[in-house]
C-alpha cells in the first residue's frame, strides 16, 4: 500500500508532459485499490495485472501504476510458494513482459522500450528478491522453533525417564521391606507382641523415610511449588549404612564392606551409586527372603567398584523373575552407564545372584 501510494505522488508532480497525462496516469493508479484482495488471492490478482501491463507495455506507454501492482502480486504470490516454484513465476512473468516491451519496440513508432522496461521489470525484480529474502527467514525462524520443540520434546522424556526411576527406586525398595515386615509382624502378633511391635516401628520408618523421598521426586514435577517447601536431602554415600540396617530389619543379613566412601564425588553420582545398591539389596528382600548378602563399596582415586551378591536364601534363589517383568536392572544399568561406567547382573553358580558395577570417578569430585 506505501508502494501504492508513492506511485500515486510520482503521478501528480508536475513534469514536462501535459496535466491530461498526469490525470490519465492517475486514472491508472486507481487500478492499485484491488491491491487488498493480494493477500487472499495473490495469483489470479497476479495473472490480471500481467495481462494489463503487457497490454499497455504492447501500446508503447510505460505507467508505473501497473509497475507497482506488478510488484506487489508477485511479491505475495512469491512469498506463499516454495524458491523453485517462485523463480518459475517470476520467470513466467518476466517473459510475458518481454514478449510485450519486444512487440511495442518492434510495431510502435512512439514505443519507448528502456522505459516500459524499467517500469516494468524493476520492481519485479525488487519484489520477488524482497519476497525470496523474507521466505527464507521465515523458513529459518520455523526450523529453528521446530527444532527448539524437539530438544523440548527431548528433555521431557528424559526427565519423565528419571522421575520414573526415581519413583520405582524408592517405592519398590519401601514396599519390599514393608511387606516382609509386616508379615513377620502377623506372625509374631500373637506369641511375640515385642518383636511384633518392633517390626511395626520399623514400618512406621521405613514408610516416613519413602514419604520424604517421595516428596522429593514428586517436587521435581511442581513448577513453581518445588523451592517452596523444605525438601529432604538427596541420599549420598553416607546413607548406604542406614540402608543396610534397614534391610537387616526386614530379615536379610547383610554383611556391608566400605572402603574409601569418605570421599565426597559428585551429589548425582553418590545418588546413582545410591540407588544401585538399594535396588540390588530391594530384590534380595523381594527374591530371596532370609539370604545373606554382602555388599562391598570400594571408592579408589579413579573408580567407584560395587559388588552385591546373595547365597540365595533358603530356597536358594538362582534368579530374579524373567525378563520384561520389571526395570530394576536395566535402571541399574542406565544409571551406572551414565557416568561411563559398565555393570553386569546375574545369577551365580550354586544359587544366589551378583550385581557388579564400576564407574569412572575422575573429574566428578566435589
Known sequence: MLAAAGAGVLTVLPGPGAHAEGARLLISLLACVPVLALRRWPLPVLGVVTAAAGTVAAWGSAFLPFGVLLGLALYFSALGLPRPKSIALAVAVAAALGVAVAYSASAVSTA????????????????????????????YQAGLAAQAQRERAAEVREERVRIAREMHDVVAHALAVITVQAGVGRCLAGKRPEQASSALS????????????????????????????????????????????????????????????????????ELSIYRVVQEALTNVVKH??????????????????????????????????????????????????????????????????????EVPVEGVAC
Open 202 to 269: 520399623s514400618i512406621e520408618s521405613i514408610s516416613r523415610t519413602a514419604q520424604d523421598e517421595l516428596r522429593v521426586v514428586l517436587g521435581l514435577l511442581r513448577d513453581g511449588e518445588a523451592g517452596t517447601a523444605p525438601l529432604a536431602p538427596a541420599p549420598r554415600l553416607i546413607d548406604v549404612q542406614e540402608l543396610a540396617d534397614t534391610v537387616r530389619a526386614s530379615g536379610v543379613r547383610v554383611e556391608l564392606l566400605m572402603e574409601g566412601t569418605d570421599r565426597r564425588l559428585s551429589p548425582s553420582l
Open 288 to 357: 530371596a527372603p532370609g539370604a545373606r548378602a554382602v555388599a562391598e563399596l570400594t571408592v579408589s582415586a579413579g573408580t567407584a567398584r560395587l559388588d552385591i551378591r546373595d547365597d540365595g536364601g533358603p530356597g536358594n534363589r538362582a534368579a530374579p523373575p524373567g525378563p520384561g517383568t520389571g526395570h530394576g536392572i536395566t535402571g541399574m544399568r542406565e544409571r551406572i552407564g551414565a557416568f561411563g561406567g559398565w555393570l553386569v547382573a546375574g545369577p551365580v553358580a550354586g544359587g544366589g545372584f551378583r550385581v557388579t558395577a
Open 112 to 139: 519507448q522500450p528502456m522505459a516500459e522496461a524499467t517500469v516494468n521489470f524493476v520492481p519485479l525484480a525488487g519484489a520477488w528478491f524482497i519476497a525470496d529474502s523474507v521466505a527464507a527467514r521465515r523458513r
